[in-house]
């Protein structure tokens, strides 16, 4: 793997360890398990919801419904976070040839000789999204992305190597960033659709 001259940080657990990447991690642990239950409860207590009516629309006056389809919509945004196979990069650092990563389930390491290596990047109203996904031998995906704010360039460069390239390869980022995006919306769209045809009245 390539060497970077700003890369010594990124040999040692550093902000991966820290406060604020523990209090985030633990928010999110307790946020997933909090969403699932107030899913859960909207599906199951329908009968009881139900009796207080529905909308011209159709849709429940109930506020559970609101709640669950709200926790749905974070869920399906985070869903790479939410499922373990996403961390942020200040939150991987590298343990000589392994990636070790601190995610929602815990950590895990990726060995980047033989690993499969996807970077990309997103335009948001915030600036450029500099991510990368990896897959090892094993066919096991690690996407190193930050949830929040844009950049990430650098730190992904210390840790993967230098990505910098021809127009073409920047072009190819672009694209795969917009599937990027677009999986994601086609899992929020999936799990509020569920939702709303489970919410909708009989």
Sequence with gaps: MPRHATE????????????????????ARVGVVLAVVVIVLAVVTRPSWSSQGFDADGYPLAVLPDVALVCA?????????????????RSVHRDG??????????????????????RFRMLTNVGTV???????????????????????????QALLGDG???IGRVVLEHVLGF???????????????ALLVLFSAP
């Excluded at 919509?73 to 990069?89: E, H, K, R």
């Excluded at 601190?102 to 996807?118: C, D, E, F, M, P």
């Design 179 to 193: 599937v990027w995006l677009l999986a994601t919306v086609v899992v929020v769209v999936t799990l509020v659709t």
């Design 8 to 27: 010594g940080p990124v040999d040692a657990p550093g902000d991966a360890e820290g406060p604020w990447t523990r209090i985030g991690l633990w928010s």
């Design 97 to 118: 040839d392994e990636l070790v990563a601190v995610t929602v389930y815990g950590r895990r390491r990726v060995r980047s000789a033989g690993a499969r290596l996807v």
């Design 130 to 156: 500099h991510g990368a996904l990896l897959v090892d031998r094993r066919l096991r995906p690690l996407v190193v992305l930050d949830p929040i704010g844009a950049g990430g360039a650098s730190r992904l």
């Design 164 to 166: 910098s390239g021809a």
């Design 73 to 89: 919509l974070v869920l399906g945004v985070g869903w790479p976070w939410f499922s373990g196979i996403a961390a942020s990069t």
